[in-house]
């Protein structure tokens, strides 16, 4: 770690009265010197109520929007605005208009990885970790999922009372962790328990001992009496969990899932921000409050 960059970047946080929120998916380095990690529903509760004046976001576009929507008062910087989700806009043009044209008692319920356009035409957001819960409290028999399958399909098989219409947008990913890949690596450590999150394919999903967000599988794993563990998800979740665990093991199988748009967040890029305050998320009030209605239905339905 480099420490005149650290040092740097503490002075800055304190000069400007600033706070770096980060996902449990950047890199080790980005993770150490944060001020709040978690999951994506942590992170937009804690942007919601943070108190300092930046908000300095370390994750991908829709979790820096959603800061700003959620808290429009503060600056809200993002280290490089190129780190976005390719999930986030995966839902073709026309195709809510379509399913609410086809169901009168339809909520669109949208993943929170998806961006602001999608949010306004939405009825809910949810996070891994609230979907569930969130489909269940609603009032209407008809659900479109957007944008994950995969997380869409998921929730359909927890809330069997529903009928979840699905799209097809995927997290590249999760989508490319395989069952055979998971298979090879219980060959290889066949007493470890498979964590998996429900972005990854049903097939990997059929193999896993827990399904749950990235906060879920680490609390999972922290109060679990095994020793091993297969974890399907972004490897950058192995920072809290070697924390947590120093004598328990973590495998990722192979290819090692790497999220390139989360890794975009670096100590330089950070320092950057906060010295010149370029990239300060921009969102016009029409639009955010449009967006906002279903991230705070989100909050109050997630409680
Ligand atoms: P979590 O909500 O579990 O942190 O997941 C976010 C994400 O982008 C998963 O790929
Ligand atoms: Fe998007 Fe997948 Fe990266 Fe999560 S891991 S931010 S879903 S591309």
């Keep these: 770690m480099n420490s005149g960059l650290v040092q740097k970047i503490e002075n800055l946080k304190k000069e400007k009265n600033a706070v770096i929120l980060a996902h449990y998916y950047v890199k080790d380095e980005v993770q150490e010197i944060a001020d709040y990690i978690g999951d994506s529903y942590y992170l937009a509760k804690t942007a919601k109520n943070v108190e300092a004046d930046t908000i300095v976001f370390c994750g991908v576009s829709f979790m820096c929007e959603s800061a700003k929507i959620l808290n429009p008062d503060k600056t809200v910087l993002t280290p490089d605005p190129d780190a976005d989700c390719?999930?986030?806009?995966?839902?073709?043009?026309?195709?809510?208009?379509?399913?609410?044209?086809?169901?009168?008692?339809?909520?669109?319920?949208?993943?929170?990885?998806?961006?602001?356009?999608?949010?306004?035409?939405?009825?809910?957001?949810?996070?891994?970790?609230?979907?569930?819960?969130?489909?269940?409290?609603?009032?209407?028999?008809?659900?479109?999922?957007?944008?994950?399958?995969?997380?869409?399909?998921?929730?359909?098989?927890?809330?069997?009372?529903?009928?979840?219409?699905?799209?097809?947008?995927?997290?590249?990913?999760?989508?490319?962790?395989?069952?055979?890949?998971?298979?090879?690596?219980?060959?290889?450590?066949?007493?470890?328990?498979?964590?998996?999150?429900?972005?990854?394919?049903?097939?990997?999903?059929?193999?896993?001992?827990?399904?749950?967000?990235?906060?879920?599988?680490?609390?999972?794993?922290?109060?679990?009496?095994?020793?091993?563990?297969?974890?399907?998800t972004e490897h950058g979740v192995s920072y809290r969990l070697r924390k947590d665990n120093p004598d328990k093991a973590f495998y990722f199988g192979e290819p090692c899932p790497i999220c390139v748009n989360m890794k975009k967040n670096t100590l330089e890029k950070i320092l950057e921000v906060l010295e010149t305050g370029k990239n300060a998320v921009e969102v016009d009030e029409e639009t955010r409050l449009k967006a906002l209605k279903p991230l705070d239905r989100m909050l109050e339905l997630a409680k």
């Design 86 to 232: 390719p999930m986030a806009h995966m839902v073709p043009e026309g195709r809510i208009e379509e399913m609410r044209a086809r169901y009168d008692d339809l909520a669109v319920v949208c993943y929170v990885n998806s961006d602001i356009e999608l949010k306004c035409k939405s009825d809910v957001c949810v996070t891994s970790s609230n979907a569930v819960k969130i489909v269940k409290a609603l009032p209407n028999k008809n659900i479109f999922f957007i944008p994950d399958e995969n997380l869409g399909r998921y929730v359909a098989e927890q809330a069997p009372e529903k009928n979840v219409i699905l799209n097809d947008g995927f997290c590249p990913r999760h989508k490319a962790i395989t069952a055979r890949q998971v298979c090879d690596e219980k060959q290889k450590h066949p007493d470890a328990l498979v964590l998996a999150h429900p972005e990854c394919t049903k097939d990997v999903l059929a193999l896993a001992d827990y399904i749950g967000s990235t906060a879920g599988i680490i609390a999972y794993a922290k109060q679990s009496d095994e020793k091993e563990f297969i974890v399907c």
